[in-house]
Structures are given as C-alpha cells and as structure tokens.
C-alpha cells in the first residue's frame, strides 16, 4: 500500500544520502509523487540539494540553489505556522545563494519579525540579520552590512548557536 512505499522510499533516500545522492533524489521525487499535500518530501529535497551546494562551482551552485529555493518554496507552503518556521532560514540562506535578494531579504525579514517560544528566537534573530547584511553589502551598503553585523551578535543565543557558534560569511567579507 501506499504508507508502505512511502516508508520504504524514506528510507531509501536516507539510506543513498551520502553515497548516491541521485538514487536518493529519485526516491524523493517518486514520494512526493504519491504524496503531494506532505510537506516533508519537498523539504527533504530542499535539503538534499542545499547539501549539493557545498560541493560544487559557483555556477553549478547557482542552478542547485535555485532548485533547492524551489523545494522550501514547495515545502513552505504546504506548511503550518509551526513548519513554516523552521523553513524560513534555509529559505533566506538558499535564495541568497541562487542570486535571489529579493526573496533572501523577504524571509530574513520575516525571521526577524518572528518571536516564538520554541527555541528558534535566537537563531531567527542571528541568521535574519547575518542574511541582510550580506544582501546589503551585495548591494555595496557597508555601513548596513555593518549594522547589521552588530545586531546578529546580540542574539541570546539558541541550542544550535550554542554548539556550533554564529555564522561568520558575513564578518568575512566584510573583511
């Protein structure tokens, strides 16, 4: 029955993550197939090829962006609330990094205005502001670059940030 094979696809682009990327994408794909309304299969996508992006040339890195914007895209507004949340940042990270300011500034500022009581604050308040200033200083606005820079310091923190500390592209180039 369908659960079975949406359980089974699952796991089989969990099991190919790492090895065969392409087998898991196509598991991907095919759930999200038969389960059109589920937000997690575009999510798990978005991540997939966020994942590729690390990897790869600038303009390869470009078209993959795009295509993972287009998942979280998918993903978010499937979504609640609650699930819409947590989608922002990734959002923000992958529209900047597709040549999307537009959109990066639209959900860093959306992070920003967003105060929840699930831990998400601090990184809402970090990630938001490190996204604004690299489109302002994209845009050749160093002094909200700047700005911007001082205020993602000032977040209280997150279990996240705790353990793998702040995001530093910014304070980079500025540089």
Request: aromatic content about 6%.
């Amino acid at each position: 029955g369908k659960p079975d094979n949406l359980r089974l696809l699952e796991h089989s682009s969990k099991f190919f993550l790492i090895h065969d990327r392409e087998l898991a994408r196509k598991s991907l794909k095919k759930a999200r197939s038969l389960d059109r309304d589920n937000p997690k299969w575009p999510t798990a996508l978005g991540h997939l090829y966020r994942l590729d992006m690390n990897a790869i040339s600038l303009k390869v890195k470009g078209d993959v962006a795009e295509k993972a914007l287009e998942q979280f895209e998918i993903a978010y507004d499937l979504s609640t609330d609650r699930g819409r949340e947590a989608l922002l940042q990734y959002l923000a990270k992958v529209a900047f990094a597709a040549n999307e300011p537009a959109k990066a500034k639209k959900h860093a500022e959306t992070m920003l205005r967003h105060s929840s009581s699930n831990g998400t604050n601090g990184n809402n308040m970090h990630y938001g502001n490190i996204i604004l200033g690299r489109v302002a200083l994209a845009a050749n606005d160093v002094a909200e670059a700047k700005k911007r820079l001082v205020k993602a310091g000032k977040t209280p923190g997150s279990p996240n940030l705790n353990s793998f500390g702040p995001n530093m592209a910014l304070a980079k180039e500025l540089l």
